[in-house]
């Protein structure tokens, strides 16, 4: 039985870092605490998805064509309407939202989400997630967020997380101080510290990547690819980028979407899958990488800019990158 003063819960650990900065005003706290309410609803939501008539296709396609399932579409909404009630989020960047949604011009956080990736997986009852980056403003206070506050480079992320909804339900995140892992104790309907200062192993037996498109990769991701098999590594790959990174955060691996001839760019966004995913790989001690430069150095054009990543443990990125 675990006694009162061995739980750290996630709004006890996000005020004790808080702390650390007496010239911290807050907000930044109340983000994560508008994002943690979100979770929990969406956490409700996935868990009945099989029991209410909200799974199937909503009807609608997102700006990436895809047909959106009404868990998508509830999510997005629950995660929008608790940032908004928060007041601290100026504006918010969504794989489902075509454009910028703004929110209270007089806060100073920009919040870039996916918020309910892996979509595909709902049916099937596999692991999906909710991924969040969370930038400061570069423009005043008191006017609407623009562009420029929209479609900064990955390394001016604060901070960066993703919500992973499967056999439990965790949420990690990073503020450039390491990773930290919290998972959610419904007996008390808070998120607890389970996994402190998470770090990826430098060397991994996973590699994960849809080997369905294996024609259409580069000749050096083909020559990567098939040294994992001759080193008899582990194939893993879900479909659900949340549920494939947590793992191979975990037990160490590389996970990959390159570009291929029918998408050059690669399909996963820079600024709500790739940019996060980077910024928490490198704080655990991976490598994200384009195949080019640093995934956190990209300057994005667009708001569901698409990149190619390779990211993991940092001995596999650097074999992937001898490679290419
Ligand atoms: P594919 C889910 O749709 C997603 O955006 C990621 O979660 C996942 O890693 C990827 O797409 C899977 O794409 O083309 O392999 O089905």
Redesign the pocket.
């Known amino acids: 039985m675990r006694t009162r003063n061995s739980v750290t819960t996630l709004s006890q650990f996000v005020a004790n870092e808080q702390a650390k900065y007496p010239t911290a005003t807050g907000n930044l706290s109340k983000i994560f605490r508008d994002i943690k309410f979100a979770a929990k609803l969406v956490n409700r939501d996935v868990n009945k998805a099989g029991l209410v008539d909200i799974i199937g296709e909503h009807g609608s396609t997102n700006i990436q064509g895809e047909e959106v399932k009404k868990l998508d579409v509830i999510a997005n909404n629950e995660f929008i309407w608790s940032l908004s009630a928060g007041g601290d989020c100026c504006a918010i960047i969504s794989e489902e939202e075509d454009y910028v949604r703004h929110l209270n011009p007089d806060a100073k956080y920009v919040v870039a989400m996916d918020p309910l990736?892996?979509?595909?997986n709902i049916d099937v009852n596999a692991a999906i997630g909710t991924i969040f980056s969370i930038y400061k403003r570069v423009t005043p206070v008191g006017t609407p967020a623009t562009e420029e506050d929209c479609l900064q480079t990955g390394e001016n992320q604060i901070a960066a997380g993703y919500v992973i909804y499967g056999s439990s339900t965790m949420l990690v995140y990073t503020t450039g101080s390491g990773v930290n892992g919290f998972t959610l104790d419904m007996s008390i309907g808070d998120f607890c510290l389970s996994h402190p200062d998470m770090k990826t192993p430098e060397q991994g037996k996973i590699y994960s990547i849809?080997e369905g498109n294996f024609k259409e990769f580069s000749s050096g991701i083909q020559k990567y690819v098939d040294s994992c098999k001759e080193k008899r590594m582990s194939a893993r790959y879900i479909?659900?980028?949340?549920a494939?990174f947590h793992r191979n955060l975990i037990k160490g691996g590389i996970f990959m979407?390159p570009a291929t001839h029918s998408a050059p760019k690669g399909?996963?966004r820079l600024m709500y899958?790739c940019n996060p995913m980077a910024f928490l790989t490198e704080q655990a001690g991976g490598k994200a990488t384009t195949g080019d430069v640093r995934i956190m150095e990209v300057k994005p054009n667009e708001l569901h800019e698409r990149v190619p990543v390779i990211m993991g443990s940092a001995g596999m990125v650097e074999e992937c990158l001898s490679c290419l």
């Open positions: 990736d892996g979509s595909s849809n479909g659900s980028m949340v494939d979407y399909k996963l899958e």
